[in-house]
């Protein structure tokens, strides 16, 4: 599929965009353009189009703004050692994306035009990819219904696929570092059945609350827990976890399985795979609250990390909860564990060419 471009007539100076890359913080720059892709129930997907990154349009009556039909994906793109610009797992969040269309009711973007949509993108805002290993360019896809009216009858029949891109430094303040979480039991994230392994908007809105419960209590990220039990650890407000048993060679990692209410994360999906090729056992499994706290304790548990595509690989430090606190190894003022340091070495290496590809995860863009 060609996409038309419509260059940017006000594009970031040179010297405003250098400022942005000095530091980009997360989320908050975005590039001087976006793609867009329409869908109507009669005609399918209309040519695809390059435009000025700005507003959009929509009738107040859209179902997006009363129904919140809408899903979205996050990937990002690597300045590689000779230059190029590579996506890491781009057909993984195509695939993720289609099943999130599926439970949502709405179009499916074919892979191969979900990833030519990048390369229309990263073809045009290519200055926009910073060039130190541990920053990267953030791409956003993400799909809105747009059908005008209020009636719940049915699914939109009519879609916008959307694809903005923002440079990105490190997702947690102060780099790469042990962070502490907050363990919910007042609120619940998802249920079978319901839109856990989903990547949709209403999702993050109804974690917003426990979010700021766990700010409230100088946490930097909440863990929710199943619904049923408030027991069984499920997962990060924005990442997957993994739990490291035991030390050197003879480490075990387990990251709760998917359940149906756990996204299934890429990083996640491809640290097993990691795991296996550093000597580590990999495997998934159950991890209650109490597991985590007694095994803390008594040293079986080392290490606890967070993976995701925002953060890649963060050490967790501490963990808070309404009936106490504990700690995780060296706990916050350390540096984290070195099993979790040699996966995230490892996954940035590959993404960035420094370390073969020998999965062929990567796909150049440009």
């Not at 057909?91 to 035009?113: D, F, G, I, K, V």
Request: include cysteine; hydrophobic fraction near 40%; charged fraction near 20%.
């Amino acid at each position: 599929m060609t996409f038309s471009v419509a260059r940017n007539p006000q594009p970031a100076s040179d010297a405003d965009r250098e400022a942005v890359l000095a530091a980009p913080g997360f989320g908050k720059h975005f590039t001087d353009h976006m793609v867009r892709i329409d869908w109507t129930v009669d005609g399918g997907w209309d040519e695809g189009r390059v435009l000025p990154y700005g507003p959009i349009s929509l009738e107040p009556a859209s179902a997006v703004l009363h129904y919140g039909q809408e899903i979205f994906e996050g990937l990002k793109a690597y300045r590689q050692v000779d230059g190029s610009v590579a996506a890491f797992r781009p057909e993984a969040n195509a695939e993720r994306m289609q099943r999130s269309a599926r439970r949502m009711a709405m179009a499916e973007l074919p892979t191969e035009l979900f990833v030519e949509s990048l390369r229309a993108l990263v073809g045009i805002d290519e200055q926009w990819v910073p060039q130190p290993v541990d920053q990267s360019l953030y791409l956003r896809p993400f799909m809105i219904a747009t059908q005008d009216g209020l009636g719940v009858n049915a699914p939109s029949s009519s879609f916008a696929y959307l694809l903005i891109a923002s440079p990105a430094g490190d997702y947690f303040s102060g780099g790469v570092r042990p962070v502490t979480v907050w363990l919910s039991t007042e609120y619940t994230r998802a249920a079978p059945g319901g839109t856990g392994e989903v990547k949709c908007g209403g999702n993050y809105a109804a974690s917003f609350a426990a979010t700021a419960e766990a700010a409230a209590h100088g946490c930097d990220q909440v863990v929710w827990l199943d619904a049923f039990e408030h027991r069984w650890v499920e997962e990060m407000g924005s990442n997957n976890l993994g739990f490291v048993f035991g030390s050197g060679p003879g480490a075990r990692i387990v990251t709760p399985a998917l359940t149906g209410t756990l996204l299934p994360g890429i990083t996640r999906t491809s640290l097993l795979e990691v795991a296996t090729e550093l000597g580590y056992t990999a495997e998934e499994g159950k991890i209650s609250v109490e597991e985590w706290r007694d095994g803390c304790a008594s040293g079986a548990i080392t290490e606890v990390f967070g993976c995701g595509t925002a953060a890649v690989v963060t050490p967790i430090g501490a963990v808070r909860s309404a009936d106490g606190e504990f700690t995780i190894g060296d706990g916050p003022a350390g540096a984290g564990g070195p099993v979790t340091a040699a996966l995230r070495e490892r996954l940035v290496g590959i993404q960035t060419g420094r370390v073969e590809d020998t999965h062929g995860w990567m796909t150049r863009l440009n």
